[in-house]
């Protein structure tokens, strides 16, 4: 079986097939799917898709791009969602200063916010990090060291030494399409040092559709092409990454109910 660590299948542009979506990663076996909010307002609505649905769960978080939508933004702005069975996690959140440099000072109080949520509830850190890799390893390591908590580094694609730091305190790196991509070979020689033991592996649909639907709307179902690339990279089966993979997803996102 096999599990989408991220993705959006609550946007828009699922509104007409959502459910033919959700029915065809489960014909392609994909058990957990991790339908991430990027915008607290949202977060709601997820839930109730969540609850109609076996396997699926959602976050509380806003997206950095977003970092500015409201006038205040609190970690309790954040928790005020946790007590659901349905979020697992904080984010998605982060840096990013290809899109938004001009409000990184806002981008940052926005996720000291979010980290501060991962803190105080002990749910892990969804990290985005897109040009920002200076910052986002002294907020990630000054903030751990003052108060430990855990997280992931989702859809990766930027240095090693962003990846080491974050292998450091303990993070996942998560594993997108991106890696299928013919121009990445520094990405796949990046994941094939990153330990088994915290990897994992999205789709970030309906964004970055893997080779070879590079050029459509990305699915959950498409996990299998990056999980292809994952295993040949790893020098494994690609059922032993399935294993690998959903083992790291339920041990780094532990509210999720196990069910075997």
Same mark, same amino acid.
């Given at each position: ?17 959502? @459910? ?114 200076? +910052? ?15 997280? @992931? ?32 070979? @520094? ?47 790893? +020098? ?25």
């Amino acid at each position: 079986m096999f599990t989408d660590s991220h993705c959006h299948i609550n946007s828009e542009d699922f509104a007409a097939d959502r @459910e033919d979506v959700v029915l065809r990663a489960r014909e392609m076996k994909i058990k957990y799917i991790l339908d991430v909010s990027d915008d607290v307002e949202k977060t709601s609505e997820i839930i109730t898709f969540c609850s109609r649905h076996k396997n699926i769960y959602t976050t509380s978080g806003l997206h950095p791009e977003l970092a500015d939508k409201y006038d205040i933004f609190t970690s309790e702005t954040i928790l005020q969602h946790v007590t659901s069975p349905y979020v697992v996690g904080i984010g998605e959140c982060g840096l990013d200063y290809f899109y938004n440099a001009d409000i990184k000072s806002r981008q940052i109080e926005v996720f000291q916010a979010h980290i501060e949520a991962a803190q105080l509830s002990g749910l892990p850190l969804i990290v985005h990090s897109r040009d920002a890799d200076d +910052n986002m390893i002294a907020l990630l390591t000054a903030n751990y060291k003052k108060c430990p908590f855990k997280g @992931e580094l989702h859809c990766f694609s930027s240095s090693e030494r962003l990846c080491n730091a974050a292998l450091e305190i303990g993070f996942y790196i998560s594993a997108s399409g991106i890696i299928t991509f013919k121009k990445s070979e @520094e990405l796949r020689r990046i994941f094939a040092a990153v330990p088994d033991d915290r990897l994992l592996i999205e789709t970030d649909s309906p964004f970055l559709a893997p080779t070879p639907h590079r050029g459509k709307r990305n699915e959950p179902a498409y996990v299998i092409n990056t999980a292809q690339v994952l295993a040949e990279i790893k +020098n494994k089966s690609i059922e032993e990454i399935a294993a690998i993979t959903t083992d790291n997803f339920l041990t780094l996102f532990d509210k999720v109910k196990n069910d075997g």
